[in-house]
T-cell receptor, first 113, second 114 residues
């Protein structure tokens, strides 16, 4: 089955700096890679996703890149703000079955003033 | 439109008790799934359904049963609760179209087995 590894497990940045979280996956058949943000005690919320036919996708301060050959994808957050503080999860799956996902173990991002 | 609704939000069980976690969605999504979330381990798939009457096992199915008699509901049954099943449980549903897909999560059920 699919295996997703995520690094780092914790990340502390100063407000305004950039944050990068990296994930690798094992199943070359995976073609859907979402990123979720989870605040304490809340449900995971989708913040951005990318499909395997696209190398990069951007939404305001958030971007995701995908390298299919190396089987890794990354989340980039620019101009970080205190409200970006949360746990971020990467996941891998298939576009036809978006709720059947294999998740990474999460990155706790702390944005300090 | 309530999205994905899970009940209860909190539950304490004694070892050996059984219970059902409820999940309902009003978005007419075909796909539904159950995950458990444990500290440092992300979310792990327990069971999955691609439509009414069709279910499949995920990564950690032991000790859990599911059924899907309607498109809207996907209950998760704990047969004989064990302390190792203490976790936060999330239900999710998703759609799939030619132009995109997205999984929506319920608010979670925090289960403690003592």
């Amino acid at each position: 089955g699919e295996n997703v590894e995520q690094h780092p497990s914790t990340l502390s940045v100063q407000e305004g700096d950039s944050a990068v979280i990296k994930c690798t996956y094992s199943d070359s058949a995976s073609n859907y890679f979402p990123w979720y943000k989870q605040e304490l005690g809340k449900r995971p919320q989708l913040i951005i996703d990318i499909r395997s036919n696209v190398g990069e996708k951007k939404d305001q301060r958030i971007a995701v890149t995908l390298n299919k050959t190396a089987k890794h994808f990354s989340l980039h957050i620019t101009e970080t703000q205190p409200e970006d503080s949360a746990v971020y999860f990467c996941a891998a799956g298939y576009t036809g079955t978006a709720s059947k996902l294999t998740f990474g173990t999460g990155t706790r991002l702390q944005v300090t003033l | 439109n309530a999205g994905v609704t899970q009940t209860p939000k909190f539950q304490v069980l004694k070892t050996g008790q059984s219970m059902t976690l409820q999940c309902a969605q009003d978005m007419n999504h075909e796909y539904m799934s159950w995950y458990r979330q444990d500290p440092g381990m992300g979310l792990r798939l327990i069971h999955y359904s691609v439509g009414a009457g069709i279910t499949d096992q995920g990564e950690v199915p032991n000790g859990y049963n599911v059924s899907r008699s309607t498109t809207e509901d996907f209950p998760l049954r704990l047969l004989s609760a064990a302390p190792s099943q203490t976790s936060v449980y999330f239900c999710a549903s998703s759609y799939s179209t030619n132009w995109g897909t997205e999984a929506f999560f319920g608010q979670g059920t925090r289960l403690t087995v003592v």
